[in-house]
């Protein structure tokens, strides 16, 4: 079988009712087919009238199917299945049964992207390998775990309602910068580093350098070489480093819109790039997030980048696998990089204006030309700008 198809679900009783209003605003008082945005007037099916199985939506169909495979609830239990939405990679989804409910995660063979973007649906299974991992090094940093299926290629884990955390995109976006949370953040992910960096870490599970390359290599570095032939050697040897690396455990995906804020601290999500790789990637991909709103919310600059040292100041003090300065480094050659991706690579930020995506270009460019060795050079050729 392709790694990008899915296995046959068709053998579990699958409700072929589970649609829920739509959630979008676009159908009201109708509903729609799930993960697909199409609407349909007409109210709600009552249960027990199920629609014909042309107009099944398949995420309904695979996550009533996950809920009975992983002994959480029968599928004819399911209430509803919403879609969740906000990622590019997976389909996600809220299963509502007689007082509980769980989010349940499918990876997409096709990212959600303008451009053809294709990785390997077997991914999900690091993922979840990744979120155990980081669940039993620092509990509670990652969602409640319920189980994962080899033959679904999906699980389940905990919903975190909206009333009981904050997204840290939308803080940031709003100018509301934490550098308390950060370093929280930083020290978090320095302990995931450090276990999986000791001798003895059962790696065997994340040896999917491919699927990494297939994410983020090739993809943001890369793609972005080809656009750029100035600085096409210099990303291509970033790109060559990271292929290389197998230091630690790396999380691949830590931006802002995969951390929750919870009263008892940062929640990481969407770890569907885990992979024994370079810890320098995770620092430099969340640093590059808080670089890119310095530069679209001028105001709130110098607290981005006071709170970008923070997240650095709180992760170096775990680095014992290596100089924290050989560390530090990576993470300063990589940020220019990633920033240059998000603006002309594979996956643009949706949210900078025309005027602040040439000045990311112009300074991500220049660092590029002109690379720097620590966070603190860094961080002041960004707040000099492009000027």
Known sequence: MSPYELNDVSRYSVPRWAVV?????TCSGGWADLGFGRCRTGPLPPRDHPVTPQLAPPLAQRAAALI???GLGQAKDVIAVQPLTGGVASDIARVDLPGRSYCVKFALSKLRVAADWY???????AEYAWLSVADAVVPGSVPRLFGYADDLQGFAMEYIAPATARLWKADLLAGQADPALAARLGLVLGRIHAHAATPGFDAARFRNGADFHALRVEPYLLFTARAHPGVAARLTALAAGLDRAAVTLVHGDVSPKNILIRAAGPVLLDAECASMGDPAFDLAFCLNHLALKSIHLPPARADMLVTAASLWH??????????ASAVEARVAALVPALMLARVDGKSPVEYLTPAAQAEVRAIALHLLARPVATIADLLAALDQGAG
């Not at 209003?21 to 605003?25: A, K, R």
């Not at 990785?119 to 299974?125: L, Q, T, V």
């Not at 170096?316 to 100089?323: F, G, H, K, L, T």
């Open 21 to 25: 209003p739509s959630l979008s605003g």
């Open 68 to 70: 009975a495979a992983l």
């Open 119 to 125: 990785a390997p649906i077997h991914r999900s299974r």
């Open 314 to 323: 709180g992760y170096a003090p775990a680095i014992m696998w290596e100089p």
